[in-house]
């Protein structure tokens, strides 16, 4: 608590003046890189302070800041080990894990000072979201290119031709990282691991081909759910609309989901959807789904597949707000009718993506009656009506007025090693026999 109020005092010096107070919630976000805004809305902050690893995805409301975990790093020693690494002209850009944030801005001037060239620190965003610039902006004309949610002041084809620098062990970052340049120049180095710079590993050439198969699976679904992921990240309302415009210009029932933090067991109440579609930030929507019953994909995957104008160009796109409206990477819907036909690479069947002119989806789908006991309910065929109605078992029924109404019993008491009443229930049952 003496960091917290320490902080507290740096953020507003007439502390003892002005009357605050402050609450500590442990793990309240899905994801506990994101900060929580939500409870600080129960609490009616001012203010959030995030202690930990942090994403530092943009935040809608409320100012954040963050107090990272400082790992020691010699700045010097760094310096000796990156520079027989880095090509001799160019320029050089530098990422580090959070850990090594207190670090960046000396690391890059000792790397200027001794290569004499020009290297460029990703910096990550203001605290307050009211001062801070649009963060999916960039493209053409752009002097500065945000990526994974650091500022570079460098444009996007200047960022590309550049070579990259990573301080940090491996970790979602570094493949979101790696996977989002493409085949910029990249170089990790752990300055806990004792050995020299080196392009990554095949963990991320092996993610990208993961990722598509995710997009082949996206194309063959016919039901989708849209997985809110998180309630802060700037415009994720946006992409949660965009999503369903999109996933209906395709052909696809979409249904939107509100899971909190995910896991197996909550998701496969859900078998009647092929395919969810997580909104989160850019470090955690990359979520291993080998054990899920669906496959878990991306917004950006979930354009690529049913976005016939989006083409691969070989650099991911982690952060949904750079697909939107405005952003640098967002490519407009072709018009109605428009309708694209391939080959499934996971079935080998033929399939469409697109919408009549009419706006009706291009499976042939119409409306039918499902009748359900006494009920008739109306249902899209297709959809997850029907599949819920052809279930063999739909869960706990009320069935009013055929169960007799009894008086209430006191049940069993105590913890499931041993209640209060079964010493006496085998003693009694002894002494009967």
């Known amino acids: 608590m003496g960091t917290l109020h320490r902080l507290m005092a740096t953020i507003n010096p007439n502390m003892e003046e002005v009357r605050s107070g402050s609450i500590v919630v442990a793990l309240g976000a899905a994801h506990s890189c994101c900060v929580d805004e939500v409870a600080a809305d129960h609490v009616t902050a001012d203010c959030v302070i995030h202690f930990g690893h942090a994403c530092l995805s943009a935040t ?15 700045v010097s ?56 610039p649009d963060l999916t902006g960039g493209g053409e004309g752009a002097t500065e290119t945000v990526l994974l949610n650091r500022r570079v002041a460098l444009s996007e084809p200047a960022l590309q031709a550049a070579t990259v620098v990573y301080v940090g062990g491996e970790g979602r970052l570094l493949t979101c990282l790696a996977m989002a340049l493409g085949d910029t120049p990249l170089l990790v180095w752990e300055p806990s691991g004792g050995r020299p710079p080196a392009p990554p590993g095949p963990e991320a050439s092996r993610a990208v081909r993961r990722r598509y198969y995710m997009v082949e699976r996206t194309k063959d679904a016919a039901r989708v759910g849209v997985l809110v992921g998180t309630l802060a990240v700037h415009r994720y309302r946006e992409a949660i609309e965009r999503l369903k415009q999109l996933l209906r210009a395709a052909g696809k029932r979409c249904y939107t989901l509100l899971c909190g933090k995910l896991n197996v067991a909550k998701l496969a109440n859900f078998p009647e959807l092929d395919v969810l579609v997580l909104v989160s930030c850019p470090e955690s929507a990359l979520l291993d789904s080998k054990e899920f019953l669906q496959p878990v994909v991306t917004p950006y995957e979930a354009e690529l597949a049913c976005n016939p104008a989006r083409q691969w160009s070989g650099r ?29 690479l996971v079935t080998g069947r033929l399939r469409s993506c697109g919408m009549e002119a009419d706006g009706t989806p291009e499976s042939g789908a119409d409306s039918s009656l499902v009748a359900r006991d006494n009920l008739s309910v109306a249902v899209h065929g297709g959809g997850a009506g029907q599949a819920l109605s052809e279930r063999s078992w739909r869960g706990l029924e009320q069935r009013l007025g055929d169960t007799p109404v009894m008086a209430a019993v006191q049940g069993q008491r105590g913890v499931a090693a041993g209640y209060d009443q079964e010493g006496t229930a085998v003693e009694d049952s002894g002494s009967t026999s």
């Open 77 to 132: 020693s760094a310096a000796d080990a990156l520079c027989p690494a880095l090509p001799a002209d160019g320029t050089v850009v530098v990422f580090v894990d959070v850990r090594y944030q207190h670090a960046l801005a000396a690391l890059c001037r000792e790397l200027s000072l001794r290569l004499g060239l020009p290297v460029v620190a990703a910096e990550p965003p203001p605290s307050d979201p009211a001062s801070a």
């Open 60 to 74: 809608s409301r409320l100012p954040v800041y963050y107090v990272f975990v400082d790992l020691p790093i010699d």
């Open 316 to 344: 991911y796109v982690a952060e949904f707000g750079r697909l939107l409206p405005g952003g640098a990477a967002h490519v407009p819907l072709p018009e109605a009718g428009d309708v694209v036909t391939d080959v499934s």
